[in-house]
């Protein structure tokens, strides 16, 4: 500390024992014991004298009074919170270390103040701290009441040693989980009351306390020898601390999804990444606006060394929503090296982990249970939610007691005579929220600072990013997210071609026996793709004539809409009966396929992204158009064709003619393949009359499940 000067005046206000207490009375004293000076520089001149002139009492004085305005030093607490040792010490333990480290910054500066040796000042604090003239905090004067000479120096060795842990005194620490509680029957009784708090966190101590008189009798062993049960207000006691101390094992045992989200360590699930495109987090969830279509789902994927975010919109979860979001992704940001997803069974399906691995994409799953492992698009789904779905009509809220304030509202809203549908409006169609999302996460979330990039916004740390873009051709893409035949997509090429929903598509060029990859062409019913089983070879195309060219979308629209009118007219045994969307492929040809969206990339450079897979899906995309048909074959087909179309005379139908017709068409049903509907009609109208139940009788109803007779028709 700097010496401190003052004029004569000012030592005379002071009012230090052995000194005058006025001006002049100091001036002569000053005099008279040669004082040394120096002239004031302030207006008005003078003289001013030290403190190191003054009487050693007057000295010690005005040093304890400085002491009141001492606290601890911010390096010393940062150097002592520094050591290893610091992090075990308890609350108590590191309030005593404290209170040892402001005692000795108070003495620092009674020594400097002082002018003393360490010696004297050291002798001289000691006595005016234990009489109480040094002024402290409260708590520094709770922890420390008094101190000796040999005190100070072992405090202030370890302080210099940087060893300051060792002036940590925990005074409960022989006490702390000793009591009778704690230790009676080895720690069965601990484990009771703890075991009763969780199961009913409401049981009183006078409860707790009977339990524990149930259990282990009036008498508990506490090691030495035997103890009466506390009292109920012990019990209070002792529920009161171990509440606090074992707050987190109560809280993951009563309430584990608070634990997760409060107390579980997650180091925020952060991902070693360097570059964008390393590794992708994917995930869904069902979105907080109704639409009027119902409630859909939104997928996320993130990138997360940008913090990018791609969103689409599903109607139910599914594989090929997972395939969609892919595309969108890939298409806008590249190939992925690794994406990380949970284990839903939209996510582990086939389908879409033959889509990464033709991709050539590294798949990780999180643990079961377990979202904090992919935090990241967790996160990035809260915020969608949270600032763009409430902004939206139809908003329903994001957790029960938001839908239940909502419903209030709309019940008042019905009392006051208001039409609900207009006060909460579900006016947003699936097409319109799918804009919103883009629109949100394109240009107010990409361009707004991220905590987790330091304040820097996705669209910014994406651009810095100079990671080339590892590009795939988006017809390739298309056909390796195309839908595969049922069955996981394989099949066996016969003599007859390729069997898909009993009908045969026939594959030229692609030799019977050969067992391939099938994949459907979304826009055409009449056309497969077919590729060796691992999908890395593309051999070729199959085509089945009478469904060639039928948009598979509108022929099952068409099915289903003759189905409900059927349905409406038919009988409830006919009712049964349904439609194939082929029925009617006849009635269909010449669709048009949809246009593919145009997506703007970042102006980044691009790599060819290829795997066997990829090459292959390009290979189909890119087979060479089928040779024009020789005039001499059209000619042997319209002949054919003319032939078949020969109505020929029929004789008449004889009774067992018509027993014979009824017995084919009930094999075909029993055989479970396709029957005509007039066929149907027909059965079921000759199987009331006589005739029927006459055959039957003899030779046994051939729509019975055993019909030994069968071969008498």
């Known amino acids: 500390m700097s010496e401190v000067w003052k004029t004569a005046a000012g030592w005379a206000a002071e009012k230090l024992p052995g000194l005058p207490e006025t001006e002049s009375g100091i001036v002569r004293r000053a005099k008279a014991d040669g004082w040394s000076f120096r002239s004031r520089a302030a207006a008005g001149g003078g003289r001013e004298y030290p403190l190191a002139v003054l009487p050693e009492g007057a000295r010690v004085e005005f040093a304890r009074r400085q002491i009141a305005a001492v606290d601890l030093p911010a390096s010393f607490?940062?150097?002592?919170?520094?050591?290893?040792?610091?992090?075990?010490?308890?609350?108590?333990?590191?309030?005593?270390?404290?209170?040892?480290?402001?005692?000795?910054?108070?003495?620092?500066?009674?020594?400097?103040?002082?002018?003393?040796?360490?010696?004297?000042?050291?002798?001289?604090?000691?006595?005016?701290?234990s009489a109480g003239a040094i002024e402290v905090a409260p708590w520094v004067r709770a922890s420390v009441k008094s101190i000796a000479r040999a005190t100070l120096f072992r405090w202030r060795a370890a302080r210099k040693a940087g060893e300051t842990h060792r002036l940590a005194v925990d005074k409960g620490a022989a006490r702390r989980n000793r009591g009778a509680l704690d230790v009676a029957n080895g720690g069965a009784v601990r484990n009771t009351i703890l075991a009763a708090m969780a199961k009913n966190s409401y049981l009183s101590g006078d409860h707790i306390r009977a339990i524990v008189v149930d259990r282990f009798g009036s008498t508990l062993d506490v090691g030495h020898a035997q103890a009466p049960v506390p009292s109920a207000r012990t019990f209070q006691i002792v529920l009161k601390r171990w509440r606090e101390t074992y707050s987190a094992e109560l809280l993951a045992l009563t309430d584990p999804d608070a634990f997760k989200n409060r107390l579980r360590v997650s180091g925020r699930s952060a991902h070693l990444v360097s570059r964008c495109n390393e590794l992708w987090t994917i995930d869904a969830s069902p979105a907080d606006v109704l639409t009027k279509d119902g409630r859909h789902s939104v997928y996320v994927a993130v990138d997360v060394f940008s913090r990018r975010m791609i969103v689409f919109v599903s109607k139910t979860p599914s594989s090929t929503a997972v395939g969609l979001l892919m595309r969108r992704a890939i298409l806008e940001w590249g190939v992925p090296e690794r994406v990380k997803t949970d284990n839903g069974s939209d996510f582990v399906a086939k389908f879409t982990q033959r889509v990464l691995a033709a991709l050539g994409i590294d798949v990780e799953l999180s643990a079961p249970f377990s979202p904090w492992q992919k935090g990241t698009v967790e996160r990035a789904i809260g915020t969608l939610q949270r600032d763009l779905m409430r902004t939206l009509p139809g908003f329903v809220g994001h957790s029960v007691a938001d839908r239940k304030a909502i419903e209030g509202r709309k019940a008042f809203a019905q009392r006051l005579g208001t039409d609900v549908d207009k006060a909460f409006s579900v006016d947003l169609t699936p097409a319109e929220l799918q804009d919103y999302c883009d629109r949100w996460a394109r240009d107010r979330y990409a361009n707004r600072p991220h905590r987790g990039l330091d304040g820097a916004t996705p669209f910014q740390v994406a651009s810095a990013d100079r990671t080339p873009i590892r590009s795939v051709d988006?017809?390739?893409?298309?056909?390796?997210?195309?839908?595969?035949?049922?069955?996981?997509?394989?099949?066996?090429?016969?003599?007859?071609?390729?069997?898909?929903?009993?009908?045969?598509?026939?594959?030229?060029?692609?030799?019977?026996?050969?067992?391939?990859?099938?994949?459907?062409?979304?826009?055409?019913?009449?056309?497969?793709?077919?590729?060796?089983?691992?999908?890395?070879?593309?051999?070729?195309?199959?085509?089945?004539?009478?469904?060639?060219?039928?948009?598979?979308?509108?022929?099952?629209?068409?099915?289903?809409?003759?189905?409900k009118a059927f349905m409406a007219e038919g009988t409830a045994e006919l009712r049964k009966t349904k439609f194939k969307a082929r029925d009617f492929a006849d009635a269909i040809l010449r669709q048009s396929t949809a246009q593919a969206g145009t997506l703007i990339a970042f102006p980044k450079r691009e790599e060819a992204h290829s795997t066997p897979a990829i090459a292959?899906?390009?290979?189909?995309?890119?087979?060479?158009?089928?040779?024009?048909?020789?005039?001499?074959?059209?000619?042997?087909?319209?002949?054919?064709?003319?032939?078949?179309?020969?109505?020929?005379?029929?004789?008449?139908?004889?009774?067992?003619?018509?027993?014979?017709?009824?017995?084919?068409?009930?094999?075909?049903?029993?055989?479970?393949?396709?029957?005509?509907?007039?066929?149907?009609?027909?059965?079921?109208?000759?199987?009331?009359?006589p005739e029927y139940r006459g055959y039957a009788a003899t030779w046994g109803d051939p729509l019975e499940e055993e019909n030994p007779a069968e071969a008498g028709l």
């Open 77 to 129: 607490m940062t150097d002592a919170e520094a050591e290893s040792e610091a992090q075990e010490l308890s609350q108590s333990a590191a309030e005593q270390r404290d209170a040892r480290l402001v005692i000795l910054a108070a003495l620092d500066r009674f020594t400097a103040d002082s002018g003393l040796s360490r010696r004297e000042a050291d002798a001289h604090f000691c006595a005016a701290y």
């Open 616 to 689: 292959a899906a390009t290979d189909a995309m890119t087979a060479p158009a089928p040779r024009p048909t020789p005039a001499s074959v059209i000619d042997m087909q319209r002949q054919l064709l003319a032939e078949e179309n020969v109505a020929p005379l029929r004789r008449a139908e004889t009774a067992h003619d018509r027993w014979k017709r009824a017995g084919a068409i009930a094999a075909r049903l029993k055989a479970g393949e396709p029957v005509n509907p007039a066929d149907l009609m027909w059965l079921g109208g000759y199987r009331e009359g």
């Open 474 to 563: 988006a017809r390739a893409l298309d056909m390796l997210l195309a839908p595969v035949a049922g069955r996981n997509g394989l099949r066996t090429v016969g003599k007859e071609g390729v069997q898909i929903d009993r009908t045969f598509y026939i594959a030229a060029g692609v030799m019977p026996g050969t067992e391939v990859l099938v994949r459907m062409d979304p826009a055409d019913m009449g056309r497969a793709y077919l590729f060796d089983a691992a999908g890395e070879t593309f051999l070729g195309e199959a085509i089945a004539p009478e469904l060639a060219g039928v948009d598979p979308a509108e022929a099952v629209a068409r099915a289903q809409a003759a189905q």
